[in-house]
């Protein structure tokens, strides 16, 4: 156990050093010198090489790269020379609303999802089985702003009841003040989130449904609510955790579009701006945080599973 | 799916695995949409001449009917001829993107899984390093790069998603070359090149043909949401996400036939495109396909 945990954190690191490389490459290969985006267009070339020189962007790339990974051992993700600010006080301004949304959003999925998915399995291929495979199939096959238009097409267009753009409030928690300019793009992220999970669910009830535990647990005369609430549930949970660990890039880019189309103040609007500003070093900054989250969230659901589950320990 | 034909009649795999996937109704309505969606698309402009050039303001966001049978957009471009010219593009950049995907993926998992030992496990690493990074996030950053065409849009989103198929296409190598029938081959005296091309790649097939169609899926969904950001082609050329952003600015105008008829096909060639998957693996997969 001890050892497979140590492998597992030894490959997290690796990971991430790897995804450092990327994007040290990226930003080196994308946004030009930084002389010339300090000084400006109309600096002479003799200038900006003189600012590199004297800031050391002119050494060779390795080292260069080993100064980028001191600082980001720091903590320093770079700055934006766009809005001259540091790309770390960027994403700290967002990054709650970001995090209020999306976690908002998946733990309202995840309480859909999972009995969805059991009474799927349930009730197997019974019309309202078949109801919810096709809704969720058709929401599983369509792009997130498509959820996101329909919706405000619907709520704030047709029954003009909910506001098209999400609240503007710089709160973090404006999603508890502001419910009603809040309830479509949550709507929208967990739309598409229980489309994802409860295929997932259903299958993986079906499984637990054929093991013999289930059988045994009948057998002793426990109620069928009983198996389901006490022994399925928590058998059937298992493949969620690793599904939750594996869908956070797909979880945060839901959130990219949600933001962009709602026109949420958040790291996804952040990004989408900064995209159509070319500011390179908030983009890398900000997938830099996305993909170490990635590798933690992997790390996490593997670590969780193995614990809950006496049969992984072994390996 | 519960057929399997009698003990003395001997039926290849591949036939076996076509009876099954004809019995999937939902599949052959699947392969019916993707017909007809790319009949409509690149035939239809044949039979249904439109102006998609020359804008034409006098005519801008009519109302379907008269000679427009799904209204004008914001240019006064005929949406059903707007609907086939994006078609082609959408559906053109999500099969490109879903070959080179599935050509990388599939010339690096196999590569990895005969090498083995430590190329496998950095080559693998890699893999790890490069799906830890949201695709979204870096086909975006690639996007900013680029002027947008069919060909560079399809590029970029094939350089990022031949991850998945790698990792599908080494578990297979590597558990078919320690199966029983590869060892038999050798113990009858096969050569390896022989086995490779005889036994590991007809079999690692089926994994690479169904993955090919849930990577067509998934790229038509990634163009869209590429369009929709703003990185799509730029005019005169159109694609499906393009056009679907195009219209959000008039949904508020209560233009509905700029959504509904574009989504409508997006969801509905997306949604085939995974019926086929489904069906294909249940039906190429012997283990799945006594359920």
């Known amino acids: ?315 | 799916m519960t057929d399997t034909a009698p003990p003395q009649q001997v039926t290849s795999g591949w036939r076996l695995a076509v009876r099954s996937f004809a019995q999937n109704r939902l599949a052959v309505a699947g392969v019916g949409i993707i017909v007809l969606l790319i009949l409509f698309c690149f035939a239809g402009p044949l039979l249904y001449v439109t102006e998609q050039v020359a804008v034409d303001p006098v005519n801008s966001l009519l109302p379907p009917g008269g000679d427009y049978p799904l209204g004008t957009d914001a240019q006064g471009f005929d949406v059903l001829g707007r609907i086939m010219r994006g078609g082609q593009a959408s559906l053109q950049i999500g099969l490109f993107a879903a070959l080179i995907a599935t050509a990388i993926g599939t010339l690096y998992g196999t590569i990895a899984g005969l090498i083995g030992g430590v190329v496998d496990g950095i080559m693998m690493r890699l893999v790890d390093t490069l799906l830890s990074i949201p695709f979204l996030f870096i086909v975006l950053i690639a996007a900013t790069q680029f002027s947008s065409t069919v060909l560079s849009l399809s590029l970029i989103l094939g350089a990022f998603s031949w991850l998945g198929p790698a990792r599908l296409v080494r578990a297979e190598v590597l558990s078919l070359r320690s199966r029983g029938f590869v060892a038999a081959a050798t113990v009858m005296g096969a050569t390896k090149p022989r086995i490779i091309v005889r036994h590991l790649i007809p079999n690692a097939l089926g994994v690479v043909i169904v993955n090919i169609t849930f990577q067509v899926a998934d790229a038509i969904i990634a163009v869209s949401l590429l369009g929709f950001l703003g990185f799509g082609l730029n005019y005169p050329d159109v694609e499906w996400g393009t056009q679907l952003s195009d219209g959000v600015s008039h949904l508020f105008e209560g233009a509905w036939w700029l959504i509904y008829p574009v989504g409508g096909c997006l969801v509905l060639v997306v949604m085939a495109f995974n019926f086929v998957g489904d069906a294909l693996r249940d039906s190429i997969d012997v283990r799945l396909r006594r359920r």
């Open chain 1, 1 to 315: 156990m001890t050892q497979y945990v140590l492998r597992r954190l030894v490959t997290s690191v690796i990971v991430v050093l790897g995804v450092s490389v990327i994007t040290f490459m990226l930003l080196h290969g994308m946004s030009g010198s930084p002389g010339r985006a300090i000084l400006g267009v109309q600096a002479s070339a003799e200038a900006v090489a003189a600012f590199d020189r004297e800031h050391g962007y002119d050494r060779s790339l390795i080292a260069q790269y080993l100064a980028y990974l001191g600082q980001l051992l720091q903590g320093d993700l770079g700055h934006s020379y766009k809005l001259n600010q540091s790309v770390n006080a960027l994403l700290a301004d967002n990054a709650g609303r970001t995090a209020m949304l999306a976690g908002v959003s998946l733990v309202l999925a995840v309480c859909v999802a999972v009995p969805l998915g059991v009474f799927q399995a349930v009730k197997r291929n019974s019309v309202g089985d078949n109801v919810l495979t096709t809704l969720t199939f058709v929401a599983y096959s369509m792009p997130v702003f498509l959820l996101a238009m329909l919706l405000i097409q619907v709520f704030a267009l047709g029954l003009g009841i909910l506001p098209a753009q999400a609240s503007q409030s710089s709160s973090t928690f404006v999603i508890f003040t502001e419910p009603r300019a809040m309830l479509l793009p949550v709507l929208t992220l967990t739309g598409i989130t229980v489309a994802l999970y409860s295929r997932y669910q259903r299958s993986a009830a079906l499984d637990q449904l054929a093991q013999d535990y289930i059988r045994v647990a009948r057998a002793k005369g426990l109620s069928m609510r009983m198996v389901l609430t006490r022994h399925l549930l928590r058998n059937a949970c298992l493949p969620l955790v690793t599904l939750i660990g594996m869908t956070i890039p797909l979880l945060l880019a839901g959130n990219l579009v949600v933001e962009s189309v709602f026109n949420y103040p958040g790291l996804g609007l952040l990004f989408f701006n900064s995209l159509n500003n070319q500011d390179y070093p908030v983009l890398l900054g900000y997938t830099l945080v996305a993909s170490v989250l990635t590798v933690l969230g992997n790390l996490l659901a593997d670590l969780v599973v193995a614990v809950s589950d006496p049969r992984t320990q072994r390996a």
